[in-house]
């Protein structure tokens, strides 16, 4: 079975980073449009950040921008999300997520996403 794992989230205080990781097993996504979305309850989920197979330059939701780094380690074939300069408004549960197809539309709809994480929680408080 296919599975999208994250790791990295926890409790920072505002100002403060965290470094999100996301490994698959069952297979690579080297072909893939990889992405960060996060969800807080009662809300739908929101884009935070997308990367592609070729070495594009990112996308970033604008209020991450600046602030949001968004990786890929070809060689483990992981993603990582470096957050610095975190708010207590980015806490969230954050998932991890693969294009529907190789070769897919570089975007930042959820709708064009078919592999997704459970997902880690990141809370940002003092």
């Known amino acids: 079975q296919v599975q999208l794992v994250e790791s990295g989230g926890g409790l920072v205080a505002p100002g403060g980073s965290l470094n999100l990781s996301c490994a698959p097993s069952?297979?690579?996504?080297?072909?893939?449009?990889m992405g960060w979305f996060r969800q807080t309850p009662g809300k739908e989920r929101e884009f935070v950040a997308a990367?592609?197979?070729?070495?594009?330059?990112?996308l970033y939701a604008n209020s991450v921008r600046g602030r949001f780094t968004v990786s890929r380690d070809r060689a483990k074939y992981t993603i990582s999300l470096q957050m610095n300069s975190l708010r207590p408004e980015d806490t969230a549960v954050y998932y991890c997520?693969?294009?529907?197809?190789?070769?897919?539309?570089?975007?930042?709809?959820?709708?064009?996403?078919?592999?997704w994480g459970q997902g880690t929680q990141v809370t940002v408080s003092s």
């Open positions: 990367i592609g197979w070729s070495g594009d330059t990112p």
């Open positions: 069952g297979r690579t996504f080297s072909t893939y449009v």
């Open positions: 997520a693969a294009g529907s197809r190789s070769f897919g539309l570089f975007t930042s709809d959820e709708n064009d996403y078919g592999h």
